[in-house]
């Protein structure tokens, strides 16, 4: 017969520990918040005073190098301050959507490549000195080959955002799956599993950190060649605003797109941190 004492005193540690669980998860979670949080309010005071450090140390023209306080007064206080906004808003709308473009474009190919090298490490040899060339040759200089053949609509964007997001994110996400335990690799294999196996449950649930390093460093990336997209190809957006905005002299419009595009940057940024943060949190992968 069974304990009743004992079956109580185990059923009550076990409930004990599990609360125990339950408040370390939730105090990786707030501690992880609080740093993405902190990481956000520094990141914005660091541009602040570098941004105004440089027009005082260089003692830059007011006409060119607008100040901070120009620059909110050029989004939310002259006369045209609600047109400013719509003209920014509505580039920074397709500059966005070029950037998702790019950056599900680069990270999907990332994400299959890196899986191909844990799968196979013939194919990891063949493939990685052909991407290690190609990421030597600047992107400026590939463009016009790649507008050429792949034209100035959507798939351009793909293409050069893809570029920019793939190679970051594929050094990573390599790095990540290949960084697994040995003891856990043998435990598969012991019950009959195979690489696959030990990909899915091992190298892929393993290499999350390091997946979420992939992204943050993604999303800029990913803003990034939307703009040289723009810039180069697509003639819309902010890369496209930014370059039709120079040679008219409108600096104010110039600053206001650079800064929009930079604090959401920023702020997608924070926002990525902060999932990976309270993700890792609840899965015991971070200390707090």
């Known amino acids: 017969m069974s304990d009743p004492v004992s079956e109580t005193t185990s059923a009550g540690r076990t409930a004990e520990l599990r609360r125990a669980l339950r408040v370390q998860s939730t105090r990786a979670v707030l501690a992880a918040s609080g740093r993405g949080l902190f990481t956000l309010f520094a990141t914005i005071v660091t541009v602040l005073v570098l941004w105004v450090g440089a027009i005082w140390a260089f003692n830059l023209k007011p006409m060119v190098a607008k100040s901070p306080v120009v620059v909110f007064e050029f989004l939310f206080v002259v006369p045209k301050a609600a047109e400013n906004r719509g003209v920014i808003f509505e580039q920074l709308i397709v500059t966005l959507q070029h950037a998702l473009i790019g950056f599900l474009a680069g990270l999907i190919v990332a994400l299959i490549v890196a899986s191909l090298f844990q799968l196979s490490k013939g194919f990891e040899n063949a493939v990685m000195p052909i991407a290690m060339l ?34 970051p994110a594929l050094v990573n996400i390599a790095f990540g799956l290949r960084n697994t335990s040995p003891q856990l690799n043998d435990l598969v294999v012991v019950n009959g599993g195979g690489k696959w196996m030990m990909l899915r449950k091992v190298a ?5 950190p390091s997946l979420f390093a992939a992204i943050r460093i ?16 697509t003639g819309t957006g902010i890369g496209s605003a930014v370059q039709r905005a120079i040679p008219q002299a409108q600096f104010s419009m110039v600053w206001g797109l650079l800064v929009v595009i930079t604090a959401v940057s920023v702020l997608l940024y924070a926002i990525v941190q902060l999932i990976e943060g309270v993700v890792l949190a609840r899965m015991g992968m971070t200390e707090f």
Not at 218 to 233: C, Y
């Open 134 to 167: 190609l990421r030597s040759v600047p992107l400026i200089a590939m463009a016009p080959v790649i507008i050429l053949i792949v034209g100035r609509d959507t798939a351009v964007v793909a293409t050069i955002g893809g570029i920019v997001v793939l190679f």
């Open 204 to 208: 892929l649930p393993n290499a999350l």
């Open 218 to 233: 993604s999303v800029p990336g990913a803003i990034t060649g939307a703009l040289l997209a723009e810039w180069l190809a």
